[in-house]
């Protein structure tokens, strides 16, 4: 595994780059009919977590940790088109559990052209190695999304796309899942850094055991306004279910489908200055479920140091 992974990163590395030094060599020939920009970024960033309950149970293991992380973007744009290369890498290392302690790689790419007026079509690959943003296990996702939007105007957006994503675990005991979804969002842009969104998803996790299947939504609510001079909050709220399809719990006495529902919100505080960035992050989970041995609370605590290159 740690073999594959690392091939893996060293050809995303390689991939960044190649970017930098076509972003290097490019000539400045620009005309007002075609006029392309090809840019690239690194960045660094170091933080520091405490998390109440990192193993996700009712016992709850309090746990400090040190992620130090190297990030990378290679941007293409044109009039009507759009082309995106990032990766960012992590190193974990956490006190009271060794777990979590291996590297995590997350790349994507995307694509976007503008097709008339109003509409957009585009596509996105990630692949994300030793960890899930949403679910924050550790298992490989791989991810393929068709999207498709429409601009109302310059504030207005209407986003419709799927998503087709494999799961991975390491030791899978039935775990390892095709997950297609459907995503709708609608986000508004008020003034140059004001902006909400609101989005709503459909999945049908297609485990290899019937355990481990289920279907649900999940409703999602950001926003994001500014503070001061280079500041913003950023708050979020998600509330998820998951009606399994062939895994029952007892209650009082009867045999009924397992059904799990999740609270996930968050605010951020980010300050800029310069290259760098500062931000400060709480995060609290409530996780509750008809099968009562599975519930928990999380509260998470994060203050990162961002440099960019």
């Known amino acids: ?55 996700h149970s009712q016992a709850g293991l309090e746990t400090f ?86 601009r109302f105007n310059s504030a207005n957006r209407l986003r419709l796309y799927g998503e087709y994503l494999l799961k991975r675990y390491p030791n899978p005991l039935g775990q390892d899942a095709f997950d297609p979804r459907m995503i709708i969002q609608f986000r508004q842009q008020l003034g140059e850094r004001w902006s909400w969104a609101v989005s709503g998803r459909y999945e049908y996790n297609r485990a290899d055991s019937t355990r481990y299947r289920y279907i649900g939504p999940t409703l999602g609510l950001d926003l994001t306004n500014p503070v001061g001079a280079g500041g913003r909050i950023s708050s979020s709220v998600r509330y998820r279910t998951r009606r399994f399809t062939a895994r029952t719990v007892p209650v009082n006495g009867t045999d009924v489908p397992r059904r799990d529902s999740d609270w996930v919100a968050s605010v951020a505080w980010h300050q800029m200055a310069g290259r760098w960035e500062m931000a400060w992050s709480y995060q609290y989970e409530r996780f509750r479920s008809n099968d009562t041995r599975r519930e928990f609370r999380e509260h998470m605590v994060t203050m990162t140091l961002n440099r960019s290159w």
């Open 65 to 150: 940790g040190l992620l130090a992380g190297l990030g990378g973007e290679c941007r293409l744009r044109s009039s009507g088109a759009s082309f995106d290369l990032q990766y960012d890498g992590v190193f974990r290392r956490y006190t009271n559990s060794d777990i979590w302690n291996v590297p995590g790689h997350d790349a994507s790419v995307s694509l976007a052209q503008r097709v008339g007026r109003h509409w957009t079509l585009g596509a996105a690959g990630e692949v994300a190695l030793n960890g899930s943003a949403e679910d924050r296990v550790l298992r490989n996702e791989y991810s393929v999304q068709p999207q498709l939007e429409y």
């Open 1 to 55: 595994m740690s073999t594959v992974v690392g091939a893996r990163a060293a050809l995303v590395a390689l991939a960044l780059t190649l970017c930098t030094g076509v972003g290097s060599a490019q000539q400045p020939t620009r005309t007002e009919a075609t006029r392309k920009l090809l840019a690239w970024s690194l960045s660094t960033h170091l933080s520091y977590v405490f998390d109440s309950n990192i193993d």
